[in-house]
């Protein structure tokens, strides 16, 4: 529950039909509780944005992508969590439950979840004015699988992936990655994400477009990066060779490399992965979102 005590409202992603979807009714999605919270679900076929509003929203959006391997959301500890933080900082939230990448109900799985990263900007964009929004501080946060989510959706924003309702732009104007899967290359990316989004024996070409590392030729926003060094499912090299790529541009990034934390730490864990947040804080106001 927001503790600000206004309740999050949800809505279905797509008003019309889901595109790249296969109709398929035996396929439903999964939901995991611990203690009647809800904090992890599978086998994601209807995609929704869920907004956290807090009282005195100061005209920023984060849409907030949970990890899980492209397996799994985590929806609590990687969504509403982060979004009752980002709340308490005047920050509107807005947690995507994207579809996860299956033949089972997608023509072409390795889109899926990029055609609704996509229409998560535009949804927000649209309703920018009706939410007391500033359209120009639309923001992405994404977690793990998530991170790479949001990493390919700075990189192909402007790939038409599916016929968009109007010529609203996807373009985020800012982006936080929290220990990002961000390569495909076997030597740095998790096995899980990439084989659940590519398949088991992926060509080079799907590969290298998906290793968004070497495609950062369309950032022109702020990034701000995080990782723990003894992160061992994602290694800290997806984030270390990401913010090469974007200062070898000459293009705005920030990273925090933190001793401790291992993977998977939310808003963080005792040791030095507990501070990230207050270090995000900082890089927002500094960037005047």
Request: aromatic share 10%; glycine share 6%.
């Amino acid at each position: 529950m927001n503790d600000l005590n206004i309740q999050p409202t949800e809505f279905d992603l797509w008003e019309n039909e889901i595109p790249n979807s296969i109709q398929n009714d035996n396929y439903e999605e999964i939901k995991f509780y611990e203690d009647s919270i809800l904090v992890k679900v599978s086998q994601v076929k209807t995609p929704t944005l869920t907004i956290f509003k807090p009282k005195k929203p100061n005209g920023t959006t984060l849409i907030i992508c949970p990890g899980g391997s492209y397996s799994t959301l985590s929806v609590d500890k990687e969504g509403t969590k982060i979004a009752e933080w980002l709340n308490s900082i005047e920050i509107t939230a807005v947690v995507l439950k994207y579809r996860l990448p299956s033949d089972k109900i997608m023509k072409h799985k390795a889109i899926g979840p990029l055609q609704d990263a996509q229409e998560a900007i535009r949804y927000v964009r649209r309703n920018s004015k009706n939410w007391n929004l500033n359209e120009k501080k639309i923001g992405f946060i994404g977690f793990s699988a998530g991170g790479h989510l949001a990493s390919s959706l700075a990189n192909y924003y402007n790939d038409q992936l599916y016929r968009p309702k109007d010529s609203t732009s996807a373009k985020p104007n800012f982006l936080i990655l929290i220990y990002p899967v961000i390569s495909m290359d076997k030597k740095t990316t998790h096995k899980k994400s990439k084989n659940c989004l590519l398949g088991i024996n992926p060509s080079h070409e799907l590969i290298k477009k998906y290793s968004n590392e070497k495609n950062v030729d369309s950032l022109s926003f702020p990034v701000f990066i995080v990782h723990a060094s003894n992160d061992k499912p994602v290694p800290v090299e997806n984030s270390i060779h990401y913010y090469l790529a974007l200062k070898n541009k000459n293009l705005k990034a920030e990273m925090h490399i933190y001793e401790k934390g291992g993977h998977g730490f939310g808003l963080g864990k005792s040791g030095t992965s507990k501070f990230w947040t207050k270090d995000c804080e900082l890089w927002l106001k500094r960037n005047k979102f």
